[in-house]
């Protein structure tokens, strides 16, 4: 089960890692590389490196909840699997949080009309800030969730060991 599990994993990331080469290229993989976002009338350049890290951590997540809850947390290696992927998202959250925040701060949210009349540009940044803390206290719990759950599987197994070794029966609690 284990060996599957990690080969699964292995193929999984090589075909994240090869499938999006051949829409992108393969010079996406260069460190100078970079990837540019036109929003509106603002021009963002991200590296393409920690983009395709982040869509990997974010497919890779998607996936093993997917089988997580499928299996109703039954497969310790799979568990493990997602709470790593979780704390990694919980990471890239805090630093898109730390970025809007730093955002928010350098803009200063009012425009001028011709006028003469200062308007507000709204109340989106907020609404960002509060849609990614939303996000991240889901993964947060959704983490204590996974933990709790492969926690309480290993001491399952644990106990079924020592039973085993002492008695030579098998517990019915599989």
Known sequence: ?????????????????VLPMYSIGWEALHPESQIDVNIHDTYFIIPTLPAICV????????????????Q???????????????????????????????????????HSST?????????????VFWILISIQLALVILLVLTAFKTGRLFGQSQKDSVLLRFTGKESRHN
């Open 1 to 17: 089960m284990k060996g599957k599990e990690l080969i699964f994993l292995l193929m999984l990331i090589v075909s994240l890692l």
């Open 55 to 70: 869509y990997i951590v974010f497919i890779i997540f998607s996936i093993y909840l997917f089988r997580v809850l499928l």
């Open 72 to 110: 109703k947390f039954r497969n310790k290696i799979a568990n493990l699997i997602l709470i790593v992927s979780t704390m990694a998202l919980i990471l890239i959250f805090t630093f898109l949080i730390c970025l809007f925040r730093l955002w928010e701060s350098t803009s200063s949210g009012y």
């Open 115 to 127: 006028e003469g009349i200062v308007t507000t540009q709204g109340n989106v940044w907020n609404v």
